[in-house]
């Protein structure tokens, strides 16, 4: 199984998905962690499942659809997120689903570590 991450390093409240996957990838060693940047050209299955950040909850979040999301301003391509990207594809036929796995913005890896793991394996049952 192949699960995208999307974080930036180099943005605090955006990292912490990053920050995490040296302890995923040790704690799921049959599970591929890939990072993927919202401006790359995506070659993925018909199914992504990807870890992000999501701002507005408090502990790591399972959503099965991208309804409930807002889409974020975009004024010019620079703008160009995750979501767009994927609303993209589902609208040009080439994803069918998407589950994403929220991280909150604003705690420390150990904090949300254990409860991330536990939604991972729960997920990986399912697949």
């Not at 992504?48 to 399972?62: L, S």
């Not at 689903?97 to 909150?104: D, E, F, R, S």
Request: charged residues 20%; negative net charge; aromatic residues 8%.
């Amino acid at each position: 199984m192949e699960i995208f991450v999307f974080g930036n390093p180099i943005v605090e409240t955006d990292s912490l998905p990053i920050t995490l996957l040296p302890a995923l990838r040790e704690q799921f060693s049959g599970v591929t962690f890939t990072t993927l940047d919202p401006n790359e050209n995506w070659n993925v299955p018909r199914h992504m499942y990807i870890i992000d950040t999501v701002v507005g909850i408090e502990e790591p979040r399972v959503f099965e659809t991208l309804e409930g999301f807002m889409a974020s301003p975009r004024v010019s391509c620079h703008d160009f997120d995750a979501y767009a990207n994927i609303m993209l594809m589902k609208k040009l036929g080439k994803i069918d689903g998407v589950t994403i796995v929220g991280v909150p913005p604003n705690l420390e890896p150990e904090q949300v570590l254990p409860s991330l793991t536990k939604k991972l394996d729960v997920l990986l049952e399912k697949v």
